[in-house]
């Protein structure tokens, strides 16, 4: 009976555990609002924002920015892992093209997306274009960079075993490098995914008529800051929704790789 | 590759190896002249250092820069081939492959026999049970079994093993010992097994090659000539551990003689 209620109870523990500094943050929200501490046009208390959740849900306007937004990002992001993917690959297999590549990816790097604005307008237009450039900028380093690490860093055991075997190159690759990279090429794609997301915003500052980012900043104009932060919380629930699909896979392809979960 | 052709004699000679160290060299082997038979057994031991696995790369094709000639059977070795595999001292298994798959990465055409020479050899050495299961989940013992598989499926003419049983627990060594003794009499794959374990060049060698170290030569080869399994603490196991033994500690053994 034992073996059955306590792993129970250290679920609920461990859930506890899980709310609870959430929980906590949004009591003492609340709290200060009624205390009078601070004002709602400030910071509106989650009750407020809630109800404009609510409010936005009814009238389906949210379903429609969240749709197009997440749209966007994909797009955004799949391309990026594309290319990222297939050039981190050749670039971690090849000196010379690493050679080739690397100031400019270096340099290219810093430049924040929302800097590409200006060209992206000029390049793509106001339409969809531009937007998907702009996320696809955020996403397209992290899951290089961490691509060619990732071949970098095949064991050079297993680089000597095949050679032993006889390995051709193709074989070694499929079977050795890219399986050995995968951890690394996951969390390039974990990174590009959540920083494809947070470029949404920088995205849709270029005349867009919806998202997410759309949502923020119509209200940042008309003032309505619960209906800011409704976009905020909003971007932040599907970042981790995201994060954690991504990191459920990643689970899977890798599972010969026992980790250390802290103690 | 026909069964005719599998002549695993091994002839070393004139080898040299020298390594760069800074702006200096080292003399890591230095006239090493070997012939070994097909079918042969030789175990080499050295201190640590001695060039021992030096050796065995040059063999397996491994390192380049050398001068002098390794032929296996007819064929002047000259890079890595099929012909010879090599246990390693760790297992070297590829970690996101399981067993079967791992003993199958060293075939290199995909042909409808594969399935059975991965169960065949599996079959060898006891783990067909495992076939499916991951490097992480076996013991240090069963993965460098899986290991002696993957080498064997090749049916290379020689097997080199570079301190294979170095990084196990004494009682699951001497059952690998045992193990590859069993393997070597029903596949007759001419063995050079490198170790810094006395025991276990007597053990499993017909002949033991002791190198010396710095530069790495030649000192002494004894022949064994007991008949296997071998008895650890028989009067010859013991004589001939004694005379190799004394050959690395002659001066630090004398005075605890006389003190008897």
């Known amino acids: 009976m034992t073996s059955d209620t306590k792993p129970h109870l250290e679920r609920i523990k461990h859930l506890l555990q899980y709310l609870g500094l959430s929980a906590a943050v949004l009591v003492v929200w609340q709290g200060l609002y009624h205390l009078g501490y601070i004002k709602p046009l ?42 990222g993917l297939s050039l981190g690959i050749a670039i971690g297999l090849s000196r010379t093209l690493d050679r080739l590549t690397d100031l400019a990816i270096q340099v290219i790097k810093p430049i924040p997306p929302i800097a590409w604005i200006p060209l992206a307008i000029l390049w793509f237009g106001i339409g969809e274009k531009s937007k998907v450039y702009i996320i696809f900028l955020g996403a ?24 032993v075997l006889e390995v051709p190159r193709v074989k070694f690759v499929r079977r050795v490098v890219i399986p050995g990279a995968l951890p690394a090429i996951m969390t390039g794609l974990r990174v590009g995914l959540m920083v494809a997301w947070m470029c949404v915003v920088a995205a849709e500052l270029i005349a867009a008529g919806s998202g997410i980012g759309y949502l923020i900043m119509d209200a940042r104009q008309l003032s309505q800051s619960d209906v800011v932060l409704v976009g905020m919380i909003t971007i932040g629930v599907i970042g981790k929704v995201m994060d954690s699909i991504i990191r459920r896979i990643e689970k899977r392809l890798v599972d010969w790789k026992p980790s250390f979960a802290g103690h | 590759m026909g069964v005719a052709e599998r002549n695993g004699s091994l002839v ?97 055409g995909r042909t409808p026999e594969d399935k059975r020479l991965v169960r065949e050899q599996l079959e060898l050495v006891g783990l067909s049970g495992f076939a ?94 007991l008949p296997r399994p071998r008895d650890r603490s028989s009067y010859e196991f013991v004589q001939i551990r004694k005379e190799i033994y004394t050959e690395f500690f002659h001066e630090a053994e004398k005075p605890f003689a006389y003190a008897i």
């Open chain 2, 12 to 108: 070393i000679e004139e080898l040299h190896k020298k390594f760069h160290v800074g702006a200096g060299e080292v003399i890591a082997l230095r006239d090493i002249n070997l012939q070994i038979r097909e079918g042969e057994f030789i175990s080499i031991v050295g201190s640590s250092g001695c060039g021992k696995s030096t050796l065995l790369r040059i063999i397996a094709g491994l390192e380049n820069g050398h001068s002098g000639t390794v032929r296996l059977g007819d064929r002047r070795v000259s890079g890595p081939g099929l012909d010879r595999g090599m246990i390693f001292q760790e297992h070297r298994l590829l970690p996101w492959l399981t067993v079967e798959e791992n003993v199958a990465f060293a075939l290199n």
């Open chain 1, 140 to 163: 397209f380093f992290p899951i290089i960079i961490n691509t060619i690490d990732g071949i970098r860093q095949t064991d050079h055991k297993f680089v000597e075993l095949s050679r």
């Open chain 2, 132 to 225: 499916r299961a991951h490097p992480h989940q076996l013991s240090g013992g069963m993965a460098q079994r899986v290991a002696i598989a993957r080498a064997l499926i090749n049916q290379p003419k020689l097997l080199l093993l570079d301190e294979p049983f170095g990084a196990l627990d004494a009682l699951t060594r001497i059952q690998m010992q045992q193990e590859i003794l069993r393997i070597w009499e029903v596949e007759r794959t001419t063995m050079l097994l490198v170790t810094h374990d006395i025991d276990e060049a007597i053990y499993l060698g017909d002949r033991v090659v002791i190198l010396s170290s710095r530069p790495g030569t030649v000192k002494r080869i004894v022949p064994v000539e």
């Open chain 1, 42 to 83: 400030i910071l509106p208390p989650p009750t407020q924002v809630a109800a404009a959740f609510q409010d936005l849900v009814k009238s389906g306007a949210m379903t429609r920015h969240v749709g197009i937004s997440v749209a966007r990002v994909l797009e955004g992001f799949a391309i990026a892992a594309l290319l």
